[in-house]
């Protein structure tokens, strides 16, 4: 299997839930994102890890929490969201976090707060 | 600060007719410039990167992007499209730190039979 695999692919959810996004990546990158995609919106990077240190939260609300606990994988914890958190969350890679590196990403996890 | 403007929201066109999306960023520093293409329940695919020297930058699918230091743009063009060139396609920018892209609100390109 190659490149980044998100799962699950849709997810549906209370406000009330607690789930996680899980991202995989097969690429041997050392830098991982998360970027949120709302419709009528330009794509919102969140967080960035590097060599599984976040090196950037991008004043992300304190209910959604990142662990990135090797440098293939990345979650990312829900709990007590809101209707508008419900977008498209798309996970990326690159080779070492350089500004001249292209990112390469995952299909998303569609999620939707009910 | 950087920011990216996508100067069109939707670009209808006929296949096998030329297309051209345009994107202007700016930036206080030296950026390098991409343009990602989604399809329909996908994610984001690399069509093209400018990172120095050739102002002319050509990607997959037959498309290729010009770099215009001037104008601050980078526009995107297809001499002849293909329906399945429907898609969304983003333009982006990229600075130093941690490579963090910032991105134009998307531009749909709809080629009709």
């Known amino acids: 299997e190659t490149g980044v695999t998100q799962t699950p692919r849709h997810l549906v959810m209370g406000m009330t839930n607690k789930k996680s996004l899980k991202c995989e990546q097969h690429?041997?990158?050392?830098?991982m994102y998360w970027y949120k995609q709302s419709a009528k919106k330009p794509l919102e990077l969140m967080f960035v890890?590097?060599?599984?240190?976040?090196?950037e939260n991008n004043s992300v609300p304190s209910r959604f929490s990142p662990e990135c606990p090797n440098s293939s994988h990345l979650f990312l914890h829900l709990h007590t969201l809101q209707p508008e958190d419900s977008a498209l969350y798309l996970c990326?890679?690159?080779?070492?976090?350089?500004?001249?590196?292209?990112?390469?990403f995952g299909d998303g996890t569609r999620l939707s707060i009910l | 600060a950087q920011s990216v403007t996508q100067l069109d929201s939707q670009v209808p066109v006929f296949e096998e007719a030329p297309v051209e999306l345009r994107c202007n960023y700016s930036?206080?520093?030296?950026?390098?410039l991409f343009w990602y293409v989604q399809y329909p329940n996908q994610g984001l695919q690399l069509l093209l990167k400018?990172?120095?020297?050739?102002?002319l930058v050509k990607g997959i699918n037959g498309f290729e992007a010009e770099f215009n230091k001037s104008q601050t743009s980078f526009h995107l063009r297809k001499p002849s499209v293909h329906i399945s060139d429907t898609a969304e396609y983003f333009c982006?920018?990229?600075?130093?730190?941690?490579?963090?892209?910032?991105f134009g609100q998307g531009t749909i390109l709809t080629v009709h039979p």
């Open positions: 690429l041997g990158h050392n830098a």
């Open positions: 982006a920018v990229s600075g130093t730190s941690y490579g963090k892209l910032t």
């Open positions: 890890y590097s060599l599984e240190e976040r090196v």
């Open positions: 930036s206080s520093v030296s950026v390098y």
């Open positions: 400018y990172l120095s020297g050739s102002t």
């Open positions: 990326a890679s690159s080779q070492d976090g350089q500004g001249d590196q292209p990112q390469h």
